[in-house]
């Protein structure tokens, strides 16, 4: 099963207390204070890793802990600080506190880690408050509460390239075709259930990735059909592919359609770059390509023709896609 959104109860180790404790050995006489310092609590962090693809772990654990830090003892012994606990999590989680709605993670590098909960300070013993005019001080600090916080964490799945559009407009076929990726496909709606990554080699050598997300429907942002929850997918996406069926009776107002979905959604993901492709052009209605290239040329969209089951214009395509993925990589990398 496929999770890409969980809620999680966070909360740092408390640190051990000081102690109050004074020297009693033979031949020392006035010993003093000797009482150690608590150990300060574990914190609790998130990991990212190449070794998962969904948060299903954190839909059966929904709370994580620290360890505690060990009181102080006699004889200046410090208590041991508590052990730290990692939650391991996929490389594109988003980690939001539930609370102030603040970013505290994005966890975009294998291997990134960052703390999302610290543990407590360890109490000082009564050793720390000996002076020339209280000799033998009778009290120590209590360790401090480690922080405690709710979180969402959501995985937002990093590919170059994302696919939209309204179900059965093709997405899946084409990943089908130019990837090893193997989607679900019927002639049914709502077929793909869940995002699907595909790698799709081109060039020498070479290759990007696209993500293919289930279909929306016009009101897809109130809820209707899987809602729009799915975008979250396609918002590190370098470019938008906008699938499109020329079978369709009315092409032009299918595209409006997801257009007006992606802008209710995000303006930041309506402004990235976005090629309209119209597929299934062995099966295109009387005029649908005509109406479709004039609404995508009038919205200042590039405009392609495929069909994923014929095979036609999809080789041209995927090396448009693959230069066009090839410079934003070096126009970023400037």
């Given at each position: 099963m496929f999770i890409d959104y969980a809620t999680i109860h966070v909360e740092g180790g408390a640190g051990g207390r000081g102690c109050v404790a004074f020297?009693?050995?033979?031949?020392?006489?006035?010993?003093?204070?000797?009482?150690?310092?608590?150990?300060?609590?574990?914190?609790?962090?998130?990991?990212?890793?190449?070794?998962?693809?969904?948060?299903?772990?954190?839909r059966y654990k929904?709370?994580?802990?620290?360890?505690?830090?060990?009181?102080?003892?006699?004889?200046?012994?410090?208590?041991?600080?508590?052990?730290?606990?990692?939650?391991?999590?996929?490389?594109?989680?988003?980690?939001?506190?539930?609370?102030?709605?603040?970013?505290?993670?994005?966890?975009?590098?294998?291997?990134?880690?960052?703390?999302?909960a610290s543990g407590g300070r360890g109490g000082l013993g009564n050793q720390n408050f000996a002076s020339a005019t209280?000799?033998?001080?009778r009290y120590a600090q209590p360790g401090e509460a480690g922080e405690t916080r709710d979180l969402i964490v959501e995985l937002k799945l990093i590919a170059d390239i994302g696919l939209v559009g309204l179900p059965n407009a093709g997405k899946s076929t084409l990943i089908s075709v130019i990837s090893a990726a193997r989607p679900?496909?019927?002639?049914?709606?709502?077929?793909?259930?869940?995002?699907?990554?595909?790698?799709?080699?081109?060039?020498?050598?070479?290759?990007?990735v696209v993500a293919d997300i289930p279909g929306l429907i016009e009101g897809a942002h109130e809820g209707h059909g899987l809602g729009d929850r799915f975008l979250r997918h396609v918002e590190r996406c370098r470019m938008l592919v906008h699938m499109v069926d020329l079978s369709s009776e009315d092409p032009a107002r299918d595209a409006a359609v997801i257009t007006?979905?992606?802008?209710?959604?995000?303006?930041?993901?309506?402004?990235?770059?976005?090629?309209?492709?119209?597929?299934?052009?062995?099966?295109?209605?009387e005029g649908s390509s005509e109406k479709l290239r004039k609404w995508a040329e009038d919205g200042g969209f590039d405009y392609r023709e495929i069909s994923a089951v014929t095979g036609a214009g999809v080789d041209q395509f995927v090396y448009l896609l693959g230069g066009l993925v090839k410079s934003e990589e070096k126009a970023v990398s400037r």
């Open positions: 020297r009693r050995e033979k031949y020392v006489p006035r010993g003093g204070p000797s009482g150690g310092d608590g150990g300060g609590g574990g914190s609790v962090w998130v990991e990212a890793t190449e070794s998962m693809n969904t948060l299903q772990h954190l929904r709370e994580y802990k620290a360890d505690r830090g060990q009181h102080g003892e006699g004889s200046n012994r410090s208590g041991r600080t508590g052990s730290d606990t990692v939650i391991s999590l996929p490389v594109g989680s988003v980690v939001t506190d539930k609370v102030t709605g603040e970013i505290i993670a994005d966890l975009v590098e294998p291997g990134q880690r960052v703390r999302v209280n000799q033998a001080p679900k496909i019927a002639d049914y709606p709502f077929t793909t259930l869940e995002p699907v990554l595909g790698v799709v080699p081109w060039g020498d050598l070479e290759s990007f007006a979905e992606i802008r209710a959604y995000s303006d930041e993901l309506a402004r990235k770059p976005r090629i309209v492709c119209g597929t299934k052009l062995d099966a295109a209605s």
